[in-house]
């Protein structure tokens, strides 16, 4: 359960089966030093990513790389796949859409392809 600026508490469950780190352990400064936002990271084991919320999708990055959502208590947040997955320009993977209603746990937020 995370509590946002001592106001809202709601559930987020993990995007994928792997290892759950600290975002200060990304090999990337704007997610390590916080300067974006604070998180949280999954180290996948597998190259599926879930929903962690229940939500609305209000935006998707062309290169597939990251996805915005507005959670149902108004609250949105980023789910990021991986560290300069931007260079894959999509290629790789399927997203949802803006505009979706998405549920927690729903699989295919990304699959990643192999090839």
């Known amino acids: 359960m995370f509590n946002i600026f001592n106001?809202?508490?709601?559930?987020?469950?993990?995007?994928?089966?792997g290892i759950l780190k600290?975002?200060?352990?990304?090999?990337?400064?704007?997610?390590?030093?916080k300067?974006?936002?604070?998180g949280f990271i999954v180290e996948p084991t597998?190259?599926?990513?879930y929903l962690p919320v229940d939500g609305v999708?209000?935006?998707t990055f062309p290169?597939?790389?990251?996805?915005?959502i507005k959670c149902n208590n108004g609250i949105e947040i980023l789910v990021h796949i991986g560290?300069?997955?931007v260079q894959f320009s999509g290629e790789k993977c399927?997203?949802?859409?803006?505009?979706q209603v998405v549920n927690i746990g729903e699989k295919d937020i990304v699959e990643i392809k192999s090839k």
């Open 94 to 99: 399927e997203i949802k859409k803006a505009g």
């Open 35 to 38: 300067a974006l936002w604070d």
């Open 22 to 33: 600290s975002i200060s352990e990304v090999k990337d400064e704007v997610f390590s030093s």
């Open 46 to 49: 597998i190259g599926e990513v």
């Open 83 to 85: 560290v300069d997955t």
């Open 63 to 68: 290169t597939k790389h990251a996805i915005g």
């Open 7 to 17: 106001k809202n508490k709601f559930e987020i469950v993990s995007p994928g089966k």
């Open 57 to 59: 999708v209000m935006a």
